[in-house]
């Protein structure tokens, strides 16, 4: 049985590397000369959220956050969907427990002390009021951050992961995404 679980991580794998080099590809081609060439195909793309509240959590990310579904699997241990946001790739586990041994990790379903993933957005505040007006829980307001170079907030999804919202802006105040 571990070995076919191995097998199964490393063929999931290989699908995810598949999908972020196409939609890499894709972005990239759609990007002003600039930006793709600040595009850079070593920087995370994909993240991994464990929950028991799965058709809840793919509801909400689809909802709140504009995430598409690519696709989803039925498996023995639960189903996995992954779900896409300008070439961002999220995968979401369904769990039916939670993990004792590690109280602090998204991987125990806990509530999160620190985000587990960053999104661009070009406008922060917009997106918070936005949010806000859906529900959606604010846990930090849109600030910049000390060095200068992003304006930051954080939200919680449906209860368990804190996300942070990022807009890039340089010393002159310049948003590259546009604001």
Known sequence: MKQSSSALT???????AGLLAGLAAVHVAECS?????????SRSSSTSIRTPDFDES???????????????????PGR??????????????EVDHI???EPNTTA?????????????VPD?????????????????????????????AQIRDNGRHRI??????DENGFNAMGR
């Open 10 to 16: 490393i063929l999931r794998r290989s699908i995810l």
């Open 33 to 41: 000369p600039a930006q793709a060439q600040s595009a850079s195909p």
């Open 58 to 76: 793919v509801r909400w990310y689809q909802d709140k956050l504009g995430f598409r579904l690519i696709g989803s699997q039925s498996l023995v």
């Open 80 to 93: 996995r969907a992954v779900l896409e946001r300008s070439g961002f790739l999220l995968e979401i586990t």
């Open 99 to 101: 993990l004792p041994s």
């Open 108 to 120: 125990a379903v806990q509530v999160t002390k620190a985000p587990v993933v960053s999104f661009l």
């Open 124 to 152: 922060v505040d917009k997106e918070i009021e936005r949010l806000r007006k859906a529900g959606v829980e604010i846990l930090q307001n849109p600030e910049d951050e000390l060095d200068g170079r992003y304006r930051t």
């Open 164 to 169: 942070e919202l990022r807009e890039p802006i």
